[in-house]
């Protein structure tokens, strides 16, 4: 049955359910997340950057030197393995010697090249927590790499001079060899020899050109064009990425407990859950908007006008159920306001009504009756049960308390209970019983017992898992069960004082003879 509450979400959105009734864990979470975010961005060292920008000279013996057939991509090919050069540990050794205490892997780690596209430029860059530390090494590897490219320069060169001393030797002895020949032999001997004396004396001028190249070479393997720049903070990022990794973690977190906390404490939230769980729903107290608590409006109205709806529809729904049960979800104690307010609806519609009410009532409690009454009449088979019957303020309403005997809750059954209470129903009376937690075992014997289980489910408090217990006791053979809803800010409980204490000295007082009055 359709009731006027708010619809839940549904089975396809249980992480949004669980957000929006845990949203505090939610957000502690991630209030959590964040600061643990901003602590680690602020313990985490920051990182100063320096900048110089190298101009590689194509120098004698250099592998990239520009010829007839050199292309582009030959040299930036080359410019790549200089900067493997300038990153090897060779030059980076030199800075670390400089520049105690720092080690060569230190080094290596803070230091990075970039080759600018189509340039003969290597731009070298150092990090550390200090910018000016950062600064000077930058300016120290520079100046390094720079020496150690003229010096291999000067190497290659000194050994390409040696090759071409070695070859002009090796030239001049074939030369010489060559011209003595020539004056020896026959005529075609003569003739090759001057012949080859020619042409040695070709590649011996060859050579020496050569040599005075090599030796007068003196071009520049490159320099810096800019110098190491100011250190400047790096990694700006990265502290926003651990904010924003915190607040993700803590949201994260936070939903997973809400989703545990739905799981294990997950409480019904409105009239269509109780639906969805199995349990048809007759009535349901409407939720009390925020205007109404701040009107500081009365529940009375919208509770009254529920327990009308309820007893219309108990009577739309089976108009033969004569004894109804109130038991609450779960294991809890009975639902003494609901009942009292159910049994009053009946008697002001005009029905004889018997509210059997739980044990340990007293007369403060508004409904107080004497200690004997219903458990006495289950030991005790000679006791009638209409006779124990107490009057109120309300003509067709009559109060049966449960009693003390101990006894009773060993001869409690559904059977023998309804055999107890048979009395009152064949006079006429509609039985309203006070039943603890239906999960309970007495309350399991007395819905047992009735025509109808009325079961309270109270939003906010009634926990998901009882109500899906409820449905348990659903069956072709077992008691009608539907639920009554109401929501915990909205009080149910009785509208008039009907005590018996209240109640006036009348000649038809029911105490006299409750089987012999008649509706109104």
């Given amino acids: 049955m359709q009731s006027d509450t708010t619809p839940a979400p549904t089975a396809a959105r249980p992480l949004l359910g669980a957000v929006r009734h845990h949203v505090l864990v939610v957000v502690l979470c991630l209030i959590g997340g964040l600061l643990i975010g901003w602590l680690a961005a602020a313990a985490r060292p920051a990182t100063y950057e320096s900048t110089a920008h190298v101009l590689v000279n194509p120098t004698v013996g250099n592998p990239f030197a520009p010829t007839p057939v050199s292309v582009r991509q030959d040299e930036l090919t080359s410019l790549e393995t200089e900067a493997q050069v300038a990153r090897s540990a060779e030059v980076l050794g030199e800075v670390a010697a400089e520049n105690p205490p720092l080690t060569l892997r230190q080094l290596q780690n803070g230091a990075s090249i970039t080759v600018p596209a189509n340039t003969q430029i290597l731009q070298l860059s150092y990090a550390a ?256 049960v209409l006779e124990m019957l107490q009057p109120s303020v309300e003509p067709l309403l009559c109060l049966l308390p449960w009693g003390s005997n101990p006894q009773s809750s060993e001869l409690l059954d559904a059977g023998r209970l309804r055999t107890v209470l048979k009395p009152l129903v064949d006079a006429g009376h509609l039985v309203v019983l006070q039943s603890p937690g239906i999960d309970t075992a007495e309350g399991e014997a007395v819905v047992g017992a009735a025509d109808l289980g009325l079961v309270v489910v109270t939003t906010g408090r009634t926990r998901a898992r009882d109500v899906t217990q409820a449905t348990t006791h659903i069956g072709p053979n077992a008691t009608a069960l539907a639920a009554l809803v109401i929501d915990r800010r909205n009080s149910v409980g009785r509208t008039r004082q009907v005590t018996a204490a209240d109640a006036p000295d009348r000649e038809d007082s029911v105490a006299h003879d409750p089987a012999t009055r008649s509706p109104r």
């Fill in 129 to 384: 927590a200090d910018p000016d530390v950062a600064q000077q090494i930058t300016d120290a590897w520079s100046a390094a790499y720079l020496s150690n490219r003229d010096r291999r320069a000067v190497e290659v060169n000194a050994e390409r001079i040696t090759r071409v001393e070695s070859q002009t030797q090796t030239v001049v002895d074939d030369l010489r060899a060559a011209t003595t020949g020539s004056q020896r032999g026959t005529a075609e001997e003569r003739a090759f020899q001057l012949e080859l004396a020619g042409a040695l004396r070709n590649e011996l001028v060859s050579l020496r050109a050569q040599r005075s190249y090599l030796e007068n070479s003196d071009a520049p393997a490159g320099s810096v064009i800019s110098s190491a720049s100011t250190a400047t903070e790096t990694d700006t990022l990265t502290p926003l990425l651990m904010l924003a990794g915190g607040a993700l973690g803590g949201l994260l977190l936070g939903c997973l407990i809400a989703i545990a906390l739905e799981r294990l404490t997950g409480v019904v939230r409105s009239a269509p859950e109780v639906e969805a769980a199995g349990l048809p729903v007759l009535a349901a107290v409407p939720a009390r908007g925020l205007a109404a608590t701040l009107r500081r409006t009365p529940s009375s109205t919208a509770v009254e006008a529920t327990i009308r709806r309820l007893r219309t529809r108990i009577l739309d729904r089976d108009r033969t159920a004569k004894i109804i049960a109130v038991a609450p979800a779960g294991s809890r104690g009975p639902e003494t306001g609901v009942s009292e307010a159910v049994a009053e609806s009946f008697a002001k519609a005009g029905h004889r009504v018997v509210l059997v009410r739980a044990g340990g009532a007293t007369a403060t409690d508004g409904l107080g009756v004497e200690e004997r009454g219903l458990a006495e009449a289950l030991v005790h088979d000679r006791l009638r």
